[in-house]
């Protein structure tokens, strides 16, 4: 790793380990102002973000896709522009987006729909561009930018949420201060970055064959949308009929312990794709060494879990929200194989390997749904599910990887 990555990694780390504390204060935050009406919070908050991860796939193509020689006069026409391919992707995003809220809409949020899905489509549609945006960041290797956008979202937020509590909002007050940061950091980096970078950046291919490998990564990052972010509408649309203050408990907890190995991961997923992009070596065994990188945080995190998650919850919703210990701990280890599921598939979508990249997160969540559905407590279904279903696609990765690995080993024989 070159001095400049690993300037980037301390750069990227420290920004996501501010961001996630200020998410952890947001979850707290909002279980404590909402109460019980926080489930029906949490499943627009799943909703928007079951989107967000869905198009994350783009910010990992521009990574990709993007290098700091790509930033040029446009030479070619045959090369794709960035913000042509940006602003493309997230009308296309936000079309989606209204195709498949408006007839969901009244099941999901009853009277609040119109409102709400409103704020949904327009979250979705600036969600896109900043994430276009970061994804050339990470691909110029522009660390301090990634960091601004990466903190300054989960501050805006977080400051909005004490705003809308101090003016007595519901969750309609609530939703609209989770969408307006991704407004707000798209205008600060655009207005940082207009000077820096004044000439057109551009992709490496064809328009064509750049939307190609978009479309790629955008379904391979529904599968990891479905494993983060969508199991609060999953586990509400098979536990019909389970008590609100139940489905919150296990919500909450879900959120807490699984947060900062999986969001962490995933916030540093386009990171990884351009460290092992830029680096040289067998890629399985340095994959293999992040994964046992990630098996050690993750046992850590599990005993922390188990003594300090249940006063936490406690303090923040009261008794009705109580768990034993022992799940905390099971939950937090289930984050392992999601988190693992992000660095194999990091490292296939560095190696251009866009379809296995696909394979194995679609196969990863549906083996993760289908799991969900098992005739068991809610409890044991999240455990089970989450424990067991990410590590078939990362499996499928592992495989890929390695064929790659050895078609592009050169044999060579003594004489």
């Not at 400051?159 to 101090?166: E, S, T």
């Not at 205008?187 to 000077?195: D, E, F, M, P, Q």
């Not at 991961?265 to 070596?281: H, M, N, P, T």
């Not at 050690?296 to 599990?302: D, K, N, P, T, Y």
Request: aromatic share 10%; with cysteine.
């Amino acid at each position: 790793m070159t001095d400049t990555m690993r300037s980037g990694a301390r750069t990227v780390v420290v920004a996501t380990i501010v961001a996630g504390g200020l998410a952890y204060l947001l979850t707290m935050l909002a279980a404590k102002f909402l109460g019980d009406d926080y489930s029906r919070f949490a499943i627009f908050w799943s909703t928007l973000y079951v989107f967000v991860g869905a198009i994350a796939g783009i910010q990992q193509e521009f990574a990709r896709a993007v290098s700091r020689n790509s930033h040029e006069s446009l030479a070619s026409a045959s090369r794709a522009r960035v913000d042509v391919v940006a602003v493309g992707a997230s009308v296309t995003a936000a079309v989606v987006a209204v195709l498949i809220l408006l007839p969901l809409g009244g099941q999901l949020f009853g009277a609040d729909s119109p409102v709400l899905i409103g704020q949904l489509i327009l979250g979705v549609f600036f969600a896109s561009l900043s994430l276009s945006i970061t994804g050339v960041f990470y691909g110029l290797h522009s660390w301090w930018l990634i960091a601004l956008i990466v903190v300054g979202d989960a501050t805006f937020r977080f400051v909005g949420f004490l705003i809308a509590d101090a003016l007595g909002a519901g969750i309609v007050g609530f939703a609209l201060v989770t969408v307006i940061p991704f407004l707000l950091t798209i205008c600060i980096s655009l207005l940082i970055t207009r000077r820096r970078y004044p000439g057109n950046i551009v992709m490496e291919g064809t328009y064509v064959k750049v939307s190609t490998r978009v479309a790629r990564t955008v379904v391979a990052s529904v599968g990891g949308a479905i494993l983060v972010n969508g199991m609060p509408v999953a586990l509400g649309a098979v536990s019909y009929g389970a008590a609100p203050a139940a489905l919150s408990a296990v919500f909450l907890v879900m959120t807490l312990t699984r947060a900062p190995l999986v969001v962490g991961s995933v916030s540093l997923q386009s990171y990884i794709v351009v460290a092992f992009r830029d680096s040289a070596g067998k890629i399985v065994r340095r994959v293999l060494a992040y994964l046992l990188g990630v098996l050690a945080i993750g046992i850590i995190l599990s005993a922390i879990a188990y003594v300090i998650g249940p006063p936490i919850v406690e303090w923040i919703a009261g008794a009705r929200f109580a768990l034993s210990p022992l799940f905390f701990a099971l939950v937090t280890v289930s984050s392992i194989s999601t988190a693992w599921l992000v660095v194999t598939g990091a490292a296939t979508l560095s190696q251009s390997r866009h379809t296995w990249y696909a394979v194995g997160w679609a196969v990863g969540a549906v083996a993760t749904v289908v799991l969900i559905c098992l005739p068991m407590p809610l409890e044991s279904r999240v455990v089970v599910a989450f424990s067991f279903g990410p590590i078939l696609g990362s499996v499928i990765h592992l495989i890929a990887l390695k064929r790659h690995e050895v078609r592009h080993t050169k044999v060579t024989f003594p004489g």
